[in-house]
Each structure stands twice: as C-alpha cells, then as structure tokens.
C-alpha cells in the first residue's frame, strides 16, 4: 500500500487513508523525503483525520520524518489527530515536542504560510 | 461464552489483523471510542513486540463476564528469549531496539490490569484487560 501524496504550489499535502502497516509508513517516510527533493516544496501537511490509532512505532516514524523534513528545510505540520488517537499517545508517554499542529488541512496550510513567511 | 479468537503473530501484517480484530470485539463490547483507541493500540505494542524479540507468537483474545459487567482480555504468548529484568523493561524509554521504548509501560497505563511472566530462554506471556464502564 502507498500513500498518495499531493502536490499543492509550494506544499505537499498527504492525507492517510490507509491502514497503518510497519512496510507502509517506512515506504511514506521514503516517497515523503523523495518527492520533497524532487519538487522542491517548502512545506508539509500530513493529515491524520482517518487514522484511529497511533502506536510508538508509527509515532516514532511520523516524530522522524518531521526532524528529517526539517533537516532538508522543509516546514512539517500535522493535522487532525483524532481526540482518541492524542489520548492514548499521551498515556503512551508520547509528546511529539517541537511539532506542529492544527485542527485540519485548511488550517495546517494557513499555519504553513504563516511559518514560511515569518 | 464466545470462544477466544487466537491471532498467530508470524509478520508485520499480523500485527495489523490483531488489532483490527481487537477492535472490532471492543465494538462488540460497546467500548467508547477512546477505550477502543487504547486497546487497540495495546494490541499493536505487544503484537509488535512478539514480531521484533520472538520473531513469531499468538495474540488470544477473549471476552470477560463477571455479573453482567463484560471486559476485553488480551493475551499474547511467545516461546522468544523472554526478558530477565522486568522491572527495567517497564521504565519508560527503555529499549533494546532502538525504539521509543514506550510499549509495555504505555500498554500499562492503557489498560485496567496487566501482568507479565517470563522466564529467560523459555519466553513471555502478557496478559492485559479492560471492563468497559
Ligand atoms: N515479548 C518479548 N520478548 C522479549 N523481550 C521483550 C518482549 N517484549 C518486550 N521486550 C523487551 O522489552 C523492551 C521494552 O519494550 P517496549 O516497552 O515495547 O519498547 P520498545 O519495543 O520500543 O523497545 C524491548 O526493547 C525488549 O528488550
Ligand atoms: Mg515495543
């Protein structure tokens, strides 16, 4: 299973939609980083609306990924952590520090903007 | 009595049909979506800690009755290296992989009971539970 990820002006947008097997996030870590090089975007949103469980292995993956983005220069946020999915992360000890968040996909490109130009 | 559902843990989409299966008999049970959410990913940690240390195992999951009050049981069972220091392995951040080493103390605090036993070189039985309210 892949995870398609689009290509907005200067952003790149996922949205995941699929079951969270290990081989599928490690693949989206790969093709995130690739096309992050290949088309140049300054920032990410990656969606999270669908997804109903996130355990230390896929939050280990995803926390990766945005320090690896940062280290190419690209601004990373996530967006729609379900209240379920942010409860049990907590209980898992898991924080994300240093991480940005919004609400949904509209408002993690407003923050996007915002980063890029301030 | 419904009979307990037994998920051998062979790959990494083993892991993925544990948890689904889990979280359909939460369903079931009429868990709330947030006690769905931690058993699920309950299931996940311990399945993907069968994977990672005893390269193959069972997940059994079964449901508890006790005076109309109905609970979720996990069980998973493998014959790995089993683990000498539990105390260790329960402190948060402790991991011999490389991981984030926050499964078995999340798992923990996720559910209502939990319980290890281990014996070095033979392996590790976890059993974990949750009532719903
Ligand atoms: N089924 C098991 N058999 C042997 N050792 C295990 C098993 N489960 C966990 N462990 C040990 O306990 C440690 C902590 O596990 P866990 O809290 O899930 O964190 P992580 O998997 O991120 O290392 C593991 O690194 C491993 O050494
Ligand atoms: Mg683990």
Sequence with gaps: ?118 | MTEPIVININNEFDIVLARQKGREVSKELLFGGVDQARITTAISELARNIYLYAGSGQITISILEDNGRRGIQISASDNGPGISDIRMVLQDGFSTSGGLGAGLPGVKRLMDTFDIDSVPGAGTTITISKWAR
């Design chain 1, 1 to 118: 299973m892949r995870i398609p990820i689009l290509k907005l002006k200067d952003y790149l947008l996922v949205s995941i939609q699929v079951e969270l097997d290990d081989q599928t996030v490690l693949t989206f870590q790969e093709d995130l980083l690739n096309k992050i090089k290949d088309s140049g975007a300054k920032g990410v949103v990656i969606d999270l609306t669908s997804v109903d469980m996130i355990d230390s292995f896929i939050a280990k993956v995803l926390g990766d990924v945005i320090v690896m983005t940062s280290l190419m220069g690209t601004k990373a946020v996530l967006t729609g952590i379900q209240p379920a999915v942010a409860i049990t992360l907590i209980e898992l000890g898991i924080t994300l520090e240093n991480v940005h968040t919004a609400l949904d996909l509209e408002q993690g490109i407003t923050i996007l903007s915002q980063l890029l130009e301030g």
